[in-house]
């Protein structure tokens, strides 16, 4: 029997996790940290590059554990490898034990990436509410940016004193998220029939329907290639500008500031993408936002206002984000939805592999303002295929 007041507190239920999921203070220090620990600019790219080849490898995994058994178990382990990597973080001293940190933090990234959206999404849909979906994901999405502003600004001022303080915070936070973890309602989703089978057939099958999802509604494949790689674009940015600013001069609070503003025209954006989409539509969403992003890039590495223009890319980016998760939850199943938004993930990952090193590579050889024009050309190659794409495909439907 589905308690449809359970599933309706989900909806709050997931402001407040996804509010406290992002007090990690952290966040925006990391790479300052560990530089501060004798990292080079390659090998906290290689870091990184571990974070995204576990996430590569683990993220369909860890979305069948989400389709097969449950979104709640997903995301209570989720938190509870999330709570383990910060403290190794903390503890650790060599480039080896920082690399299995990123493997923890990887996993615990994994377990919620398509679990979490699909708990809620799925619960909309017993409620026969998922046309406000982007609505309330543009809500989630300023949960999400007010506990960043929180964590950047109070993880930037405690960074000022003894980043050991920020790190145990952090701890404080993440055990919070996982008794929060335990009050979800899990949606009921209709299911095969799996009784003495094999893992391993449950698997392969759970991963080759989902893949047939994929491969006939090439729609689905095209929004998430198109998402993940402005996506990696953006994190790409977020992280190198920390040592960026750091190296013109600016201490930990003054970048957590300016990265809590562009948390705040994130969440505004996002707030306002159910009303702007209904102005421009999906093809102006896809179109336009591409090359406000990717303009941002080159003015973020070509003048001294890289700072500015990173809020202003930050509130594209989240309007991207809101609006395409709601297109895609649209044209997907429930039984498949955490394993396909985990492909979207792995695609991000695959991106980030080879980004993050070789922006990090650049920037030890040369600096980080050449690996940012790096990044702005292939940006300015990726918004101008997209829009030629979509011109294309708009022709073609027209034809028909």
Partial sequence: MIDNTKLQGNIINNYVFIFLSNLNLTHGLWMIYLANKGMSLVQLGILEGVFHITSFLMEVPTGLVADIYSRKTSRIFGRILALVSIMILLLADS????????????LSYNLESGAGEALIYDSLKILEREDQYMKISGKIEVSYQLGSVIALLLGGYLATINYKYA???TMVFISLTIVQSFKFEEPYVEKDNKADRSVRSILYEQISQSLKVVKDNKKVGFIIIF?????AFGTSLFFYLQNFLKSNGHNEFFIGTIFAIAAIADAIACSQTFKLEKIIKEKGILMIMPFIT???MWLIALTDYSYVFYIIMMGAEGIIFVATSDYINKLIPSKNRATILSFASMVFSFFMIFIFPLIGKIGDVFSLQIAFLFLSILGTFFAIGNFLLLVFVEKRRNRV
């Fill in 227 to 231: 998402t993940q790689v402005i996506l």
């Fill in 95 to 106: 480039f080896s034990l920082f690399a299995l940190s990123f493997v923890f933090t990887a």
């Fill in 294 to 296: 990717v303009i941002c």
């Fill in 167 to 169: 790190f145990i915070l």
